[in-house]
């Protein structure tokens, strides 16, 4: 089945820094690649998401980009705001919708 | 509109009684799944129902662990002769068909076994 890894595990930025997540998927097929930041005691919630017909996305402070060949994909914060001080999880999906996640990158943004 | 909701929010139970826990998903959403996030991880794949049925359960732990969608909507994750290995937050999410749709969850319910 697929395998996400997640990289680093902390990250620790100043306020007004970027910050990058990396991630690796195994198998070729996953075809979704969402990304999600989950709050303490609250449930993950979509931050953005690439599918694997594009190469790059971007939504304000926040950008993925997606290399099929690789097999990796990355999570980019800009202009990081103490409000972006959060775990982040990268996952993986197949066209069954089987969604795998990764374990996950605790952010924390100093002001 | 009105997220996916999980009843209740926390469960105290004891090694060996029976829980159940509740999911109630976004209205419309055909696509039912169920994670279990153990303290650190990330959320882990138990099992997922398209309409009424269970397309995929391969992510159950054991036969203790069992669930049903009964009308295509509130789902139930049942958890038998709980052990104090099953603690852990219980999410939920949902998610319109067809295949593409973002999964949407719920805050999870957080199993402790004493």
Do not use: M
């Not at chain 1, 970027?18 to 999600?36: E, G, L, R």
């Not at chain 1, 694997?52 to 950008?63: C, F």
Request: proline letters at 5%; a neutral charge.
């Amino acid at each position: 089945g697929e395998n996400v890894e997640q990289h680093p595990s902390t990250l620790s930025v100043q306020e007004g820094d970027s910050a990058v997540i990396k991630c690796t998927y195994s198998d070729s097929a996953s075809n979704y690649f969402p990304w999600y930041k989950q709050e303490l005691g609250k449930g993950p919630q979509l931050i953005i998401d690439i599918r694997s017909n594009v190469g790059e996305k971007k939504d304000q402070r926040i950008a993925v980009t997606l290399n099929k060949t690789a097999k990796h994909f990355s999570l980019h914060i800009t202009e990081t705001q103490p409000e972006d001080s959060a775990v982040y999880f990268c996952a993986a999906r197949q066209s069954y919708q089987k969604v795998t996640f990764g374990t996950g990158t605790k952010l924390q943004v100093i002001p | 509109g009105a997220g996916v909701s999980q009843t209740p929010s926390n469960k105290v139970t004891e090694k060996g009684k029976y829980v159940e826990l509740r999911c109630d998903p976004i209205s419309g959403h055909t696509a039912l799944y169920w994670y279990r996030q153990s303290l650190g991880q990330g959320p882990e794949f138990l099992i997922y129902f398209q309409g009424t049925g269970a397309a995929d359960d391969s992510g159950l732990p054991n036969d203790r662990f069992f669930a049903v969608r009964p009308e295509g909507s509130v789902s139930t994750l049942k958890i038998q002769r709980t052990e104090r290995g099953d603690s852990a937050v219980y999410l939920c999410a949902s998610s319109l068909a067809p295949t593409g749709s973002p999964l949407h969850f719920g805050n999870g319910t957080r199993l402790t076994v004493t």
